[in-house]
Each structure stands twice: as structure tokens, then as C-alpha cells.
């Protein structure tokens, strides 16, 4: 039965129903418009980089169908697959007729297809007379037939909002957005074959925790009915690490999920990734040269260079990372020395002097203040800042020299802080009475974490000397994928939820619906 377009239906609806005439239509004849496999033996791109070995080999191709002509007794197109595109060319005399037994298009019946449809086609390798490498097709199958057009080919996706909610038509009409979320895949990979070449293990921690931990940050709350109690999803996966080092493993990792109920803006979003490792009989100095490793081997591996664009500025990857303590940035770029200041009132002073006005409760507050408002977003090549107020650092060893000082750690890049990574402590009664007196202070929900006292009963059976690191992997693919806003290294960025206007009247949909403005240029 031929679907009925009402009358009042909008252009989306009428060319939707068109299509849907059309799949009638190929039934008719005894296609199926989608099946399930396809016989492809070559990607685009590997044929047109290797025309000299292919030309005039039989190869078949499959792909979106992105551009479509016919003049006469021959036509041409582009289909689009992962590698990037490559024209089709028909003739009316090798086409043939359609052929329900093998599932092939004939020439006469090529009005079915629509950009944006799928298909396979097989032919030999050659070049048109003006020159292009051609798919010389002679046997053309229909995969998988589309409802809705494709964004307009030159424009794409012009709403921001749209490009977010419908990254795969981003991809589709911008194919370097696609090569740019590749290489973040590819980033993974080789963040996985760094460690697994440094003999580290992987698991998979818990992400539904029954008390979040292991940061200091809001968790989001869910039920776990089969139990019938309140747990939380992961704020971090160091705790679970560290028990797996009580367990007898020296190297281990996860690149796990993370949940923070906090804001969103240009370098936060409440879900994201991180690579959490932890190494035991090592202090954060190991971790020093372990990182700045891994940043490297994925810029050659995953990237092919070793200098990017990060805001203005070029970052080498190549060169030896700086190391600079807290206290010393701080001293070269305001001439106080922190180490030097025991009174408070002073260390406010120096505060309000660069330029901000909240007083901190301690020296070493007001001297991560200090770097935060005026060290950090100068730090562009790639610097580890060591030695953080202990203070700060409740999950931190203190340095032997200076006790006020922890043995820890941040990874900056582009003004961004893109890692934290320490010492463990592993004194169980001095981890906590730190958390006793940090909880004491302050402990509303997001401020500091609930005391863990099935973490503290592992440790009295013994960790061992243990450092990790923790870069964000977001964080790592804004910089090496040089994009400066989080959104466009995530793929499926959380957003409110929607239904629009096209789509409540195509379903037959009662109720509220939210109208995106640009939705009439996508069609989708």
C-alpha cells in the first residue's frame, strides 16, 4: 500500500513519501532495498592512491551516494565510504537490465536511487576523458535506501546546535570531521599500545559505585533496584586501581568513563575520559617520564607530526617537556616566593595583588590561586608543575624536604591543565586523619568525598609504594586534535533532549515538541 501525503504535509514529509513510493516500487520489481551484506573488496581511497597496480582490475566499492547525474546514455556519481570518495560511471550498454535474482539496478531504473541512498557497485578501474579515476561500473546494487536528503552539499550543517545533535550528517557533508574523530580513535589505540609496551594491564573498574571517590567532585546519583540502594556513577576509578595494586599487580590502567555533576563549558562536560594508571614501587617522578612518553608516542602514532596548533601558538611535542616547581613558577612571575611566607594575611595580600579578591584560608590555597589566575594559562608548551600545596592534595605523599609540599604533578598544554598524577599515599592512619580533618571542613555533597572505609581497610593490609596518572582524554584530543572546544572532540555531547517539529508530525506524534530553526535546511 502507497503511502497517502496529506495535504497540509511539508516538503520534508512529500519527499519522504516519494522515497517510500520508491522502495514500493524496487519491491515491485523484486529488490530488496536492504540487505543485509555486501561483497566490497576495496575501500575508495586505496584505489585512487594505487591507480598505476589497479588500473583496469575488477574491484567492487560501497558507500553513500553523495552527488548524481544522468546525461543520456551514461551517468556518474560519487559514493563517499570511511576513506573518502571516488566517482562511479555508468553506460546504458554495460549496465544491463535490473536483475531481481542477483539484486542489481538496471539503467532504465537508476530514477530509484536518491543522494544519499547506499550502494555497492563493481566494475574496473580506469579513468573518464577528462582524467578522473573512475569506478567503470557494470553492476550496480542498491544496500540500504534513504528516507531524508543529505544537507546541502556545499553548506552542510550551518546550525551549531544541529551539528552537535547530528554529528553524522556533520561527517557526512564535512569529511574532515570524520578523519578528525579517526585519529582520536586512533589515539586510544595507541595509548593502549604505549602501556601494554610498558607491561601495564587493563580492567574495567566499576563505574556504578556504591560512594564516589578518589576526587573531589558532585556525583550523579542513580538506584540499583536489584539491591535496593542509592549508588553513585564513577567521579574517578583511582581507589579501584589502587586496589588492584594491593592485589598484586605492579602496572595497571583503565580508560574508563567519569561522571561530574557539574557545569559545562569550552574545556568541562560532565561525561568524559581519562586514563587512570597506577605503578607500584615508583613515586610521581616515573610518571614524569612515563607521560610526557605517552604524549609523544601518540602525536608520531595516531597524529603523524609532532607540532600542532593549539589556540595561536605551536606546541613541539618533540622537545624535552619543561619541569617547574608551584612555588618557582609563582616566584618568576609575581618575584614571591611562597616557600618563604608563613603568615596569611601576607600570602592574601600577594592574592589581591594578582588580582583576586576572595581570600584563601590558607598560604597554600592562595599560592595555587596565584598560579591558577597568573601562571597557568601562560604555560603553552608542554610543562609539569610539581610540588601542590599538600592541602590540596589529600590522596598525595608529602615531599621529605618540605612536608608542606606534596609529591605531585599537573600535565599543562595550551594554558590548559590537562592531567593530575602524584605519589600515593599508602599511611593508612595519616591518610585518614587528612580525610577526617578535610571532611570536617567541608563536607557537602561535590566538596570532598565521603570517607572510604573499605579503601582504608586495604590499605592496613599493605599498598605498596604506588604512583598513577590521570590525563583526561578528552583534554588530549582538544590539543592534538586542535580544536579549542570540547564539543567538537566529542562525538555525542550531552544536550537536552528534543523532538522536532518535522519529526512529531512524520510520527504521527502528540504532545510538546521543540522546533530547531534550521530544521527545514536539513531535511533531517
Known sequence: ???????????????????LDKIKTLRDLGLDPFPSTSGRTHYSQPVLAGFEQLEGQRVTLAGRLVSWRKQGAIAFGHILDQTGQIQLMLRRQTLGGTDAAANTLGYDDLKLLDVGDLVEAEGTVGKTQRGEISLMTDRLRLLTKSLRPLPEKWSGLKDRELVLRKRYLDTIA????????????????????????????????????????????????????ALGVEMYLSISHELYLKRLIAAGFDKVFTIGRYFRNEGIDRSHHPEFSMIETMTAYENYEYNMELVESLFRHIATEAFGKSVFQVGEHQVDFSQ??????????????????????????EANAVLRRAGVAEPCATVGHALVETFEHVVAPTLIQPTLVHGHPIEISPLAKPMRQDPRYAERFEIFIGGIECGDNWSEQNDPVELLARWRQMYAHDSSEGEFQPLDYDFLEMLEHGLPPTTGIGPGIERMAMIFAEQSDIYDVIFFPMMKPVLSQANKAIYRLEGPAVNLEAEPETGA
Open 320 to 345: 624535552p617537556w619543561r619541569r617547574v616547581s608551584m612555588a618557582d613558577a609563582v616566584l618568576e612571575a609575581t618575584g614571591t616566593d611562597f616557600r618563604q611566607i608563613t603568615d596569611l594575611a
Open 1 to 19: 500500500m502507497q503511502p497517502v501525503t496529506p495535504v497540509s504535509a511539508t516538503p520534508l514529509e512529500q519527499l519522504r513519501n516519494a522515497r
Open 174 to 225: 564535512n569529511p574532515q570531521v570524520l578523519r578528525r574523530f579517526e585519529c582520536i580513535s586512533k589515539m586510544l589505540f595507541a595509548t593502549r599500545q604505549f602501556l601494554y609496551q610498558r607491561g601495564f594491564h587493563e580492567f574495567h573498574t566499576p563505574v556504578i559505585q556504591p560512594q564516589y571517590g578518589g576526587g573531589t567532585a558532585k556525583p550523579f546519583r542513580t538506584q540499583v533496584n
